[in-house]
């Protein structure tokens, strides 16, 4: 089993490097090959099919821009892992600042 992590890593190396390199069918191939682990972790989160796909959609498109990002310190899935849970962190703060208009009222909010 330990020898099958250990090829996709290797794989998932060539990829970042191809892709990297300026190769988009490597880059394609690796954002296929990490498609279902981005959805289902966002999933865990989200709980909601549709939020988890729009959240997948927008932590593929963080891949892509920050790839050269990847310093190759863990393996690729650690940091795609951080990458959704930032994410995932970043929009719920954001959503919530929308909620927060002002003290006042966010007073009012907590006494009812």
């Known amino acids: 089993m330990n020898h099958i992590f250990k090829h996709q890593d290797s794989d998932d190396k060539e990829l970042i490097s191809s892709a990297l ?3 988009k ?3 394609e191939h690796l954002l ?3 498609y279902q682990f981005i959805y ?12 988890a796909q729009d959240l997948t959609q927008e932590v593929m498109i963080k891949v892509i ?3 050269s990002q990847f310093k190759e310190q863990s393996e690729f899935r650690t940091w ?3 990458i ?5 962190i970043n929009s ?3 959503k919530m600042e929308h909620l927060v208009v002002n003290f006042e009222e966010y007073g009012e909010d907590l006494d009812r």
Not at 41 to 51: F, I, K, M, P, Q
């Open 84 to 88: 959704v849970f930032n994410h995932f």
């Open 32 to 34: 296929k090959r990490h």
């Open 65 to 67: 821009t920050k790839l």
């Open 25 to 27: 069918t490597a880059l």
């Open 40 to 51: 289902n972790v966002a999933l865990r989160y989200v709980l909601n099919s549709s939020d």
């Open 92 to 94: 719920n703060k954001r």
């Open 21 to 23: 390199g300026g190769s």
């Open 80 to 82: 795609l892992y951080r």
